[in-house]
């Protein structure tokens, strides 16, 4: 069995959103860690999509379900931009 060609297809896509989205936030855009756990936050606010190829999640998916994809995407790493700034405000207040 093949299962190391197993993977999320969220995955990618988070990770390229939260690069994309960190040049918003440059007191962020340096820390790796902060990075690593905002791409956390906004993973497990989606549904995982396991694939074996990039294509065949384009191939089963409608453009509807593209775009909503698209989407969810863009609104988790929005939230878990803002959830991790308020988790460190928090801190730095302590």
């Keep these: 069995m093949d299962i190391d060609s197993i993977h999320n ?19 962020l855009s340096s820390d790796a860690n902060a990075l690593a756990d905002i791409a ?10 396991y694939i ?5 999640l384009a191939f ?4 509807h379900e593209r775009t909503e994809s ?4 863009l609104e988790a790493v929005e ?7 308020a988790r460190n405000a928090m801190r730095a207040r302590t």
């Design 70 to 73: 698209e989407r969810s995407v």
């Design 52 to 56: 074996r190829h990039e294509v065949d």
């Design 40 to 49: 956390c936050v906004a993973l497990n606010r989606l549904p995982p999509r």
């Design 9 to 27: 297809w969220f995955e990618k896509a988070v990770f390229n959103a939260v690069s994309d989205h960190a040049k918003h936030f440059p007191h």
């Design 79 to 85: 939230f878990a931009f803002g959830f991790v700034q």
């Design 60 to 63: 089963y998916q409608t453009e």
